[in-house]
């Protein structure tokens, strides 16, 4: 089983910058890991992924151009930038990690962090 540690997060006013990070207690059976996330009453949707080790970042239509993701796969761990951040954006984030091909898809995550919580209002 491989855990996941998310840290960040926290609130914000609408136009500010966040960082999420997420550490892997192991890579060996890990390829890809993303972020993910949810807002009350609404579904999960796929924010952004990148192959560990490097490669192929992905992002979602509403966060295309505000977000980055990045990896670092010496210390097992994907950060999220979040800059120019909206109201919408406020939900859950969580940390994913796959041992198959980066998706948006939630389907192709099979380790889920416990989520860390991102506000952004006025």
């Known amino acids: 089983q491989v855990q996941l540690v998310e840290s960040g997060g926290g609130s914000v006013q609408p136009g500010g910058s966040l960082e999420l990070s997420c550490v892997a207690s192991?890579?060996?059976?890990?390829?890809?890991m993303g972020w993910f996330r949810q807002a009350p009453g609404k579904k999960r949707e796929g924010v952004a992924t990148?192959?560990?080790?490097?490669?192929?970042?992905t992002y979602g239509d509403s966060v295309n151009g505000r977000f980055t993701i990045s990896e670092d796969f010496a210390k097992k761990t994907v950060t999220l930038q979040m800059n120019g951040l909206k109201p919408e954006d406020t939900a859950m984030y969580y940390c994913?990690?796959?041992?198959?091909?980066?998706?948006?898809?939630?389907?192709?995550?099979?380790?889920w962090g416990q989520g860390t919580q991102v506000t952004v209002s006025s």
């Open positions: 994913a990690a796959s041992s198959f091909w980066c998706s948006l898809e939630e389907e192709r995550f099979n380790f």
């Open positions: 990148i192959y560990l080790g490097g490669g192929g970042p």
């Open positions: 192991d890579h060996t059976r890990v390829n890809c």
